[in-house]
């Protein structure tokens, strides 16, 4: 059974520079203090320990701490969770996204597009497969901060019904964040939440945040101030997504095509 009104609880943090005990004591309180009646948390990209490359140092397996916390989180609240972590696995180090239903229940992806630029690609390894998941309902898919970039892998074959990027994008690209979120919402007709971080990492990285909920028409549903920590609840509503993609079914003449590895 579809619930029609989806609640996405934003988080718009500053991230304590490779402190998981910090980090997680401090998710604790936002969630607890702030996140009232949410269907579904949206932290940002590697929220235990900002955007390290430092694998060797800050990772854990499957068993490890922020693992255990997010499950744990999820089943307290009675809320789904969402956000990466550094994860070693089989002598490799992943980008990793965890979404943590309040059953207990985990579902992971591992960031596909490597951010080369911050020479991510020598410290970690890349995803090869694609997660849509259902909640309440509804179907999403959840992606990482550099796949913004390419549509192809977000490209929406009418199996999905929020796209969701968690993020750690500087602030010195922040028109291409926030333009890139409206494309992905009209392109894929469908819901796209994006979480970004704010405040300057232990590499002097300054992040702006620009976090937002945005409707299929591309139309902003709420904004978190640039630069600010703080949080917005935003309200999904599936009968109007069903509604305009009755109204105007751009996807019933896309193209039909695969990705290949």
Sequence with gaps: MVQNELKVFLVQSDVKWQDIEGNLNMFDLIIQEQAGDADLIVLPEMFTTGFSMEPEKMSEGMDGKAVSWIIT???KNGVAIIGSVIIKEDEGYYNRLLFAYPSGELKTYDKRHLFRMGNEHEHYKAGSKRLILE???????????YDLRFPVWSRNANDYDLLIYIASWPAARSFPWRS???ARAIEN????VG???VGVDGAGLKYSGDSAAINSRGEYLTGLVPGEVGCAMAALSMEDLKSFRSKFPVMLDGDRFQILD
């Design 195 to 197: 979480v970004n971080r």
């Design 180 to 182: 890139l979120l409206v």
């Design 73 to 75: 989180a999820a089943k």
């Design 189 to 192: 007709q469908c819901y796209v």
């Design 135 to 145: 909640y309440k309902g509804w179907k999403i898919c959840p992606l990482i901060c």
